[in-house]
């Protein structure tokens, strides 16, 4: 957003003043696709409009597995994966977390 912004002010850049190509240069030094760049410009009304609306970065907070924080739930699909025998499928976890009282304990709706 701040390269967007700044090539957008920027009088020695060659997108100055041109809102539209302003975002389309900063997604193509950052490699990205047309889509964010419609995110920038979106972001970008957002924070000019209110300077305390801060885009957050997501990055890291998907990468908790729900076993680390729910040891007994991890215990629980041992178990049931045990009791099945010796050929356990994939299927056969997805069944079992398919039920609807592990979809509650788990707080996933599908």
Known sequence: MQQFLWAYVNPQSHTHGAWGMSSMKAVDDLK?????ARKLREWSCSFLADHND?????YGKWNESILDRD???????HLHLQGIGPFVKAM??????????MRARSGHTK
Do not use: R, S, W
């Open 92 to 101: 056969d976890l997805v069944d079992y977390m398919d039920m609807p009282e």
């Open 54 to 58: 801060i885009p957050i970065n997501p």
């Open 32 to 36: 990205k696709g047309m889509t964010f």
């Open 71 to 77: 040891t007994t739930l991890a215990q629980d699909i």
